[in-house]
């Protein structure tokens, strides 16, 4: 084993020396080829031919980087349907006449990179449809009219092949081609009859003799391609005198575009480019070419010029009539082209050196080196409206004032790029001359102040401010930003000192418009709750790289912070790298609308079951690299129900059946695009078997062996309850059950007479049991009651004459509305009582109803004592047929009116 380890390391060491980064790494991650959507795949897979068990169907061949030496057209008899060969990198030597025949519909081959040493017209006479052909760094060597049958032909790159001359023809041919690439080869000349063989080509566009040595110029040498727009010299070894020869030569053409880019073109004279005046050039590149003086009036001829790219170079100075003459310039690149070079000072802009410029629109000033900013170095740029100067040394930018920028309150500039300019201080009213600006950046720089909002007075346009990256100098106040209502983007991220944000109301508060709020890298610790108060149109907040642990803390004084409560239509939340251990309930409410958010590089683990409940448009997820051991569903279910991108790798995984089987179930049925490292970031931590494993290897069907168990310790856990809770209302409530029991059954086999007893006239209205040691009680209280309207039924008093003192009992009974018992202790204990009056009683509180009988308590007697004696409980009885006499004699009336009022309660069937 180990010796074809270190067999394979050689083999990637020596891959790499002989072949390339890309090509060894490619060759060795590739197996087969892919075929995806029609196009196959077979690049870099050291194949001698070509493979005969692809999609009959595909349309698009890459065998580049293999080792054919020859393409067999029997090879690609199963692809008639193909559009596009690439056999580019290989050791082909003849392009075979069938490949074409073979494939009809062929529009595009690439050959480049062969070794191909010869080509005849046979070679792609039935090249009939083909649009584009690569034939750039093999040996070519033209035998008769090669191309003359390529009437299709738009793109054809010959470049870098020695070629000793501009000519591929000598009759009109190629009446289609649009680009033509002739760079690096050896010619040195153009002879006036080179293009002869595109006479007749209409659509020729573009001419790239990039790397070529030209000398000599033959006049009338672009003539039969005069309506050529476009030419490429970049990195061409030309003489400065022929340059001006070339001007001349094209102004014949209808040339729009011109590349000299890499010539060592160091001087621009006033005749340069004079040859140009008649043509309708608008772009010129002239980058890269070491230029170091420009003389006045040189672009004068360019009158038409709209685009001039001057980057990288060592202009010294910039005066009043280097740009003379280019009134319809519209984008000057300057970019690395006033720089401090060796042996010369810093350069210098003249006053009025963009004066001629009035239909600039676009100036870039990226990594230059000025000395100064003038009061009228911008003077005449009237139609200013992107400003470029980032990352350049301006010693005017250190300290920005409202001279500054003066020359510029004539443009209309509507952004303003000032990154990297190491500004230290931005003083009241330095932008106040940009009525119209919308974009300002001021990123990485070194502005340390606290920002009371003069700073952008008269930005009442802007609508970005960029500050990211100012190492943290930046302090707020509630005024910061009163002068740019109307911003939307606001970058601070690593700008803000920790305590910026800690302040009331909070600086945010006027930017009511604001969409992108980035806060972070800024170590914040310490927010209010209402930070992003009244900023409902906000949608992209970024706090990652803080530490707002505390905020969401439930510990916290006063409890977590909720401030994101008034952001209801935020779509992005970054909180990556925070030191968070908890997501409060509450503080992702009301987010529907979130469609992004990144938690990663904190170190939640137990998260609450509605957390993410109000996440329903949620498409991209990031939880990696925290402490999540489960994913329940309770917790996940909502917001993975949508999701496009889930990252929740590097986190130690419980993999067991209560943590993980629904994760990887959902896992394995998800529609989710994209789970980057899901077989080698998504690791079980524990059990001790699945340690260091995937959770992909986890297998759900010993999860299945569980459900029965389950299921019976459900159903065994329910009886258990249920039979304690039934035998706490037995011996509690058993009594009530019994009561409304006997109740339904004598109601329901009809033992009652009720309703007859309710039509009879009754002589007494209740009759009254006491004891004898209450009957004095009684007589003073009760008989005094007694009137015309009012009759009480003693049974010493009362007693029908002749009968059974039983019968009487019962009789009188009968004849009562009501049964009244007048409760002491001494009643409980009257034996007579308990026997026969009692269960009479009771007979009639089941048969007749609730209200038959009523309770007076003279003593305070127990409830169980009553129920044990009486067989009665206060609960059978209506409170109003309870009554207790008063300790206090006032209330005895009041008594007295309870008790009429119990006894006048008709007995009618109630519940």
Same mark, same amino acid.
């Given at each position: 084993?180990?010796?074809?380890?270190?067999?394979?390391?050689?083999?990637?060491?020596?891959?790499?020396?002989?072949?390339?980064?890309?090509?060894?790494?490619?060759?060795?991650?590739?197996?087969?080829?892919?075929?995806?959507? /029609?196009?196959?795949?077979?690049?870099?897979?050291?194949?001698?031919?070509?493979?005969?068990?692809?999609?009959?169907?595909?349309?698009?061949?890459?065998?580049?980087?293999?080792?054919?030496?020859?393409?067999?057209?029997?090879?690609?008899?199963?692809? =008639?349907?193909?559009?596009?060969?690439?056999?580019?990198?290989?050791?082909?030597?003849?392009?075979?006449?069938?490949?074409?025949?073979?494939?009809?519909?062929?529009?595009?081959?690439?050959?480049?990179?062969?070794?191909?040493?010869?080509?005849?017209?046979? #070679?792609?006479?039935?090249?009939?449809?083909?649009?584009?052909?690569?034939?750039?760094?093999?040996?070519?060597?033209?035998?008769?009219?090669?191309?003359?049958?390529?009437?299709?032909?738009?793109?054809?790159?010959?470049?870098?092949?020695?070629?000793?001359?501009?000519?591929?023809?000598?009759?009109?041919?190629?009446?289609?081609?649009?680009?033509?690439?002739?760079? @690096?080869?050896? +010619?040195?000349?153009?002879?006036?009859?080179?293009?002869?063989?595109?006479?007749?080509?209409?659509?020729?566009? !573009?001419?790239?003799?990039?790397?070529?040595?030209?000398?000599?110029?033959?006049?009338?040498?672009?003539?039969?391609?005069?309506?050529?727009?476009?030419?490429?010299?970049?990195?061409?070894?030309?003489?400065?005198?022929?340059?001006?020869?070339?001007?001349?030569?094209?102004?014949?053409?209808?040339?729009?575009?011109?590349?000299?880019?890499?010539?060592?073109?160091?001087?621009?004279?006033?005749?340069?480019?004079?040859?140009?005046?008649?043509?309708?050039?608008?772009?010129? #590149?002239?980058?890269?070419?070491?230029?170091?003086?420009?003389?006045?009036?040189?672009?004068?001829?360019?009158?038409?010029?709209?685009?001039?790219?001057?980057?990288?170079?060592?202009?010294?100075?910039?005066?009043?009539?280097?740009?003379? /003459?280019?009134?319809?310039?519209?984008?000057?690149?300057?970019?690395?082209?006033?720089?401090?070079?060796?042996?010369?000072?810093?350069?210098?802009?003249?006053?009025?050196?963009?004066?001629?410029?009035?239909?600039?629109?676009?100036?870039?000033?990226?990594?230059?080196?000025?000395?100064?900013?003038?009061?009228?170095?911008?003077? /005449?740029?009237?139609?200013?409206?992107?400003?470029?100067?980032?990352?350049?040394?301006?010693?005017?930018?250190?300290?920005?004032?409202?001279?500054?920028?003066?020359?510029?309150?004539?443009? =209309?500039?509507?952004?303003?790029?000032?990154?990297?300019?190491?500004?230290?201080?931005?003083?009241?009213?330095?932008?106040?001359?940009?009525?119209?600006?919308?974009?300002?950046?001021? *990123?990485?720089?070194?502005?340390?102040?606290?920002?009371?909002?003069?700073?952008?007075?008269?930005?009442?346009?802007?609508?970005?401010?960029?500050?990211?990256?100012?190492?943290?100098?930046?302090?707020?106040?509630?005024?910061?930003?009163?002068?740019?209502?109307?911003?939307?983007?606001?970058?601070?991220?690593?700008?803000?000192?920790?305590?910026?944000?800690?302040?009331?109301?909070?600086?945010?508060?006027?930017?009511?418009?604001?969409?992108?709020? *980035?806060?972070?890298?800024?170590?914040?610790?310490?927010?209010?709750?209402?930070?992003?108060?009244?900023?409902?149109?906000?949608?992209?907040? %970024?706090?990652?790289?803080?530490?707002?642990?505390?905020?969401?803390?439930?510990?916290?004084?006063?409890?977590?912070?909720?401030?994101?409560?008034?952001?209801?239509?935020?779509?992005?939340?970054?909180?990556? @790298?925070?030191?968070?251990?908890?997501?409060? !309930? %509450?503080?992702?409410?009301?987010?529907?609308?979130?469609?992004?958010?990144?938690?990663?590089?904190?170190?939640?683990?137990?998260?609450? #079951?509605?957390?993410?409940?109000?996440?329903?448009?949620?498409?991209?997820?990031?939880?990696?690299?925290?402490?999540?051991?489960?994913?329940?569903?309770?917790?996940?279910?909502?917001?993975?129900?949508?999701?496009?991108?889930?990252?929740?790798?590097?986190?130690?995984?419980?993999?067991?059946?209560? $943590?993980?089987?629904?994760?990887?179930?959902?896992?394995?049925?998800?529609?989710?695009? @994209?789970?980057?490292?899901?077989?080698?970031?998504?690791?079980?931590?524990?059990?001790?078997?699945?340690?260091?494993?995937?959770?992909?290897?986890?297998?759900?069907?010993?999860?299945?062996?569980?459900?029965? +168990?389950?299921?019976?310790?459900?159903? $065994?856990?329910?009886?258990?309850?249920?039979?304690?809770?039934?035998?706490?209302?037995?011996?509690?409530?058993?009594?009530?059950?019994?009561?409304?029991?006997?109740?339904?059954?004598?109601?329901?086999?009809?033992?009652?007479?009720? %309703?007859?007893?309710? /039509?009879?006239?009754?002589?007494? *209205?209740?009759?009254?049991?006491?004891?004898?040691? #209450?009957?004095?009680? !009684?007589?003073?209280?009760? +008989? =005094?009651?007694?009137?015309?309207?009012?009759?009480?039924?003693?049974?010493?008093?009362?007693?029908?004459?002749?009968?059974?003192?039983?019968?009487?009992?019962?009789?009188?009974?009968?004849?009562?509305?009501?049964?009244?018992?007048?409760?002491?202790?001494?009643?409980?204990?009257?034996?007579?009582?308990?026997?026969?009056?009692?269960?009479?009683?009771?007979?009639?509180?089941?048969?007749?109803?609730?209200?038959?009988?009523?309770?007076?308590?003279?003593?305070?007697?127990?409830?169980?004592?009553?129920?044990? $004696?009486?067989?009665?409980?206060?609960?059978?009885?209506?409170?109003?047929?309870?009554?207790?006499?008063?300790?206090?004699?006032?209330?005895?009336?009041?008594?007295?009116?309870?008790?009429?009022?119990?006894?006048?309660?008709?007995?009618?069937?109630?519940?």
């Amino acid at each position: 084993m180990m010796c074809v380890h270190h067999t394979c390391l050689w083999l990637l060491i020596a891959c790499y020396y002989v072949t390339g980064p890309c090509y060894c790494v490619a060759s060795l991650k590739k197996a087969s080829c892919s075929v995806h959507h /029609g196009r196959a795949d077979c690049s870099h897979l050291s194949l001698t031919a070509i493979p005969s068990d692809l999609p009959g169907n595909i349309t698009s061949l890459d065998m580049s980087h293999n080792r054919l030496r020859g393409v067999s057209p029997a090879s690609l008899h199963p692809y =008639p349907g193909l559009l596009l060969l690439d056999v580019g990198y290989n050791s082909i030597t003849v392009l075979d006449n069938g490949i074409c025949q073979t494939l009809p519909l062929l529009q595009t081959l690439n050959i480049e990179h062969n070794e191909v040493r010869l080509l005849k017209k046979e #070679d792609v006479t039935y090249c009939t449809n083909l649009s584009r052909l690569n034939l750039a760094s093999n040996r070519l060597k033209l035998q008769g009219e090669p191309f003359s049958a390529l009437q299709s032909l738009q793109f054809l790159d010959v470049s870098m092949n020695n070629l000793q001359s501009a000519k591929l023809g000598s009759q009109p041919q190629l009446p289609r081609l649009v680009n033509l690439n002739l760079g @690096s080869n050896i +010619f040195n000349t153009l002879t006036r009859d080179d293009f002869f063989f595109l006479n007749r080509s209409s659509f020729l566009q !573009v001419l790239n003799l990039s790397s070529s040595s030209l000398k000599t110029l033959e006049a009338g040498c672009f003539k039969p391609i005069s309506g050529l727009r476009t030419l490429i010299l970049d990195g061409s070894r030309i003489d400065s005198e022929v340059i001006p020869k070339l001007c001349s030569e094209l102004s014949g053409t209808d040339i729009d575009a011109l590349s000299l880019r890499k010539i060592k073109l160091v001087t621009l004279t006033n005749t340069t480019f004079t040859g140009l005046q008649k043509t309708n050039l608008t772009f010129l #590149d002239l980058s890269n070419n070491d230029m170091a003086k420009i003389e006045e009036g040189s672009f004068q001829w360019l009158s038409r010029l709209q685009t001039l790219i001057l980057s990288y170079n060592n202009i010294r100075r910039l005066t009043k009539g280097t740009f003379q /003459g280019l009134r319809g310039l519209k984008q000057l690149h300057l970019t690395g082209a006033l720089v401090k070079s060796h042996g010369s000072s810093t350069a210098i802009i003249d006053d009025f050196s963009f004066q001629p410029l009035s239909s600039l629109q676009s100036l870039s000033l990226q990594k230059t080196a000025v000395r100064e900013i003038s009061g009228n170095t911008f003077t /005449g740029l009237t139609s200013l409206t992107e400003l470029t100067m980032s990352w350049s040394s301006y010693i005017s930018l250190k300290y920005l004032t409202n001279k500054t920028f003066a020359s510029l309150a004539d443009s =209309p500039l509507r952004k303003l790029n000032l990154i990297g300019t190491a500004i230290a201080k931005i003083n009241p009213g330095s932008f106040a001359v940009f009525k119209n600006l919308t974009i300002l950046y001021l *990123d990485s720089n070194f502005i340390k102040q606290n920002l009371t909002g003069e700073e952008f007075q008269g930005l009442g346009q802007v609508q970005e401010i960029h500050m990211t990256n100012n190492y943290q100098y930046l302090n707020l106040c509630p005024t910061s930003f009163v002068h740019v209502p109307g911003l939307r983007v606001l970058t601070l991220g690593k700008s803000l000192i920790a305590t910026a944000l800690n302040i009331d109301p909070s600086p945010f508060r006027p930017l009511v418009n604001l969409t992108v709020l *980035d806060l972070s890298n800024n170590n914040i610790a310490n927010i209010r709750e209402n930070l992003l108060e009244g900023l409902v149109n906000l949608k992209v907040l %970024k706090l990652e790289h803080n530490n707002l642990a505390r905020v969401w803390k439930s510990v916290n004084l006063g409890g977590p912070l909720l401030f994101l409560k008034d952001t209801h239509n935020l779509v992005t939340l970054y909180m990556d @790298s925070n030191g968070l251990d908890e997501i409060p !309930v %509450k503080a992702l409410r009301g987010l529907s609308k979130l469609k992004e958010l990144s938690l990663s590089n904190n170190l939640l683990n137990n998260l609450k #079951d509605t957390v993410f409940d109000d996440l329903t448009s949620l498409h991209v997820l990031r939880l990696e690299k925290n402490l999540i051991t489960a994913v329940r569903p309770e917790v996940f279910k909502t917001p993975m129900s949508n999701l496009s991108l889930l990252v929740m790798g590097k986190n130690p995984f419980d993999c067991t059946c209560e $943590s993980i089987l629904w994760f990887v179930t959902w896992l394995n049925n998800t529609n989710v695009t @994209s789970l980057p490292g899901l077989k080698d970031q998504y690791m079980c931590n524990t059990p001790l078997a699945y340690f260091n494993h995937s959770i992909m290897d986890f297998n759900p069907l010993f999860c299945k062996d569980m459900t029965p +168990f389950q299921t019976l310790y459900i159903l $065994s856990s329910t009886a258990v309850l249920m039979l304690i809770v039934t035998a706490l209302l037995v011996r509690f409530q058993g009594w009530r059950i019994q009561f409304y029991w006997n109740i339904l059954i004598n109601r329901t086999l009809g033992f009652s007479d009720a %309703k007859v007893e309710e /039509g009879r006239q009754y002589e007494y *209205d209740a009759y009254v049991i006491y004891a004898e040691k #209450d009957a004095s009680w !009684v007589e003073r209280r009760m +008989f =005094p009651l007694e009137n015309e309207k009012c009759r009480f039924c003693f049974e010493d008093r009362d007693s029908v004459l002749g009968m059974s003192l039983l019968e009487s009992i019962v009789n009188n009974m009968r004849k009562s509305r009501k049964i009244l018992f007048v409760v002491t202790e001494s009643l409980l204990k009257d034996p007579w009582c308990r026997r026969f009056k009692v269960h009479h009683a009771l007979h009639q509180v089941i048969e007749a109803s609730r209200d038959s009988v009523i309770l007076v308590f003279l003593q305070d007697v127990h409830d169980y004592k009553l129920s044990c $004696s009486l067989f009665l409980r206060r609960g059978m009885l209506r409170p109003c047929c309870i009554l207790d006499w008063p300790v206090h004699k006032e209330r005895v009336p009041a008594f007295h009116q309870k008790l009429l009022i119990a006894l006048g309660m008709t007995n009618r069937l109630q519940d």
